[in-house]
């Protein structure tokens, strides 16, 4: 068991466990530093906050996840720290969740096109009032008999080579990490191998090389310890952030999804020296701010 995990969603996204409920687990794991990392909200994080006050020895870093699009490919970028007081953060995100909710309908639509005869209003309720993201219809799909597993919703009908996907308005990785940077956040790429990332021209580019443009513009880490990450994987990202001087970071990305063999908060996870690592970041990048 590892004692950190700084990448965990709660129903203020699509994750399906409540932060406090979440925060508790974690408790139970004897973790000791976490981050609450919802899609597009930071809804969860004064709950996560509050019970995480109840464990000693546990630490909440507030964060956030946001999705950002490369061609033909997606990046996720992290950001630690978030100030969730920011109100023109507050605003953008707003609207991203608009976003989110509008594509939502438009998948449901398509499926429904595709004779799979499920509702808005049920994705809806099964969101909760957290920011809608593909899990929520998928789990509209398992509830409806259409498919056993969420993650097979993605296989058939909603990954992003599917027939009822639906992309978001663009923002670029860039721009996310400005946004982050604006808000005070300390912005990290999260699992780094699900970007196959291509040129404008359509070439593929090497990770290396999209990550080390990333830092330019200011990010400070990349997912290392992630998910289902083999020990080769895991390797070979931690290469490229040791040679390019990132902060190896990490999580399992848990949602309680439902989907067989979820890794869970705990069973994967950068050292405590990474979480020494960001706090330092952020002490540093705040006296920066405070000078200029
Ligand atoms: P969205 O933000 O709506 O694009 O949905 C992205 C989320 O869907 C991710 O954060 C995962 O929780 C989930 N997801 C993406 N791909 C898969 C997959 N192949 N199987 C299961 N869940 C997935
Ligand atoms: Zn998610
Ligand atoms: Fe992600
Ligand atoms: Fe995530």
């Known amino acids: 068991m590892f004692q950190v995990d700084l990448h965990l969603h709660t129903t203020y996204s699509d994750g399906t466990l409540d932060p406090a409920t979440l925060v508790g687990l974690c408790a139970s794991r004897g973790l000791s530093v976490i981050a609450i990392s919802d899609h597009d909200s930071t809804e969860g994080l004064p709950e996560a906050l509050a019970a995480a006050s109840s464990y000693d020895g ?18 996720h970028i992290l950001g630690y720290y978030v100030d969730y007081e920011d109100r023109a953060f507050q605003k953008v995100l707003g609207e991203f969740r608009q976003d989110r909710e509008g594509r939502g309908r438009r998948m449901v639509e398509k499926l429904n096109d595709l004779g799979l005869k499920i509702s808005w209003e049920r994705v809806q309720e099964i969101s909760d009032g957290g920011a809608i993201g593909r899990p929520h219809i998928a789990q509209a ?58 040129s404008d021209r359509g070439e593929v580019r090497s990770l290396k090389d999209t990550v080390s443009d990333l830092q330019r513009g200011g ?49 994967v996870g950068p050292p405590i020296s990474t979480a020494k690592r960001l706090a330092e970041v952020k002490q540093a990048s705040d006296s920066r701010r405070a000078r200029s």
């Open 141 to 198: 799909l398992v509830e409806a008999g259409y498919v056993q597993y969420p993650r097979d919703a993605f296989d058939r009908y909603i990954g992003r080579d599917g027939p009822a996907y639906v992309g978001r308005p663009k923002l670029t990785p860039e721009d996310a990490i400005k946004l982050l940077i604006g808000n005070g956040a300390l912005p990290v790429m999260a699992h780094p191998t699900y970007s196959e990332t291509k």
């Open 219 to 267: 990010l400070i880490g990349m997912e290392v310890f992630y998910g289902d990450y083999t020990p080769d994987q895991v390797s070979y990202l931690y290469g490229i952030a040791e040679e390019l001087d990132l902060v190896p970071c990490g999580g399992s990305d848990y949602h309680a999804s439902g989907n067989p063999g979820e890794p869970e908060p705990g069973t």
């Open 58 to 75: 546990l630490e909440v870093i507030p964060a956030i996840e946001l999705s950002t699009d490369i061609p033909g490919s997606e990046i």
